[in-house]
């Protein structure tokens, strides 16, 4: 139940960081979506333990999955950006 619960939390962080950062070069889609989501509560929950604001045991809550959703997006647009100005 744990994994399916880390999905659901992620598809939102994703859907919410999607509407949250503007721009064009952002993944589409629902499975994209749900790891943009996955991902990010996964940097966050990195980033709070190195910051020790969360313990060894402790996860992102759905705030720090959203602002880790929020900066993966930003690092893939422009990982993105790039590679279209390259081309």
């Given at each position: ?55 060894a045991g ?30």
């Amino acid at each position: 139940m744990s994994i399916l619960w880390t999905i659901v939390i992620g598809f939102l962080a994703g859907v919410i960081a999607k509407f949250i950062t503007p721009g064009s070069n952002e993944p589409s889609g629902f499975i994209l979506t749900t790891i943009l989501g996955i991902v990010g509560a996964f940097v966050a929950t990195w980033l709070g333990q190195a910051l020790g604001w969360y313990q060894a045991g402790q996860g992102a809550g759905l705030i720090g999955a959203v602002v880790g959703a929020i900066i993966v997006l930003v690092i893939w647009g422009m990982i993105a950006g790039r590679r279209q100005t390259a081309l």
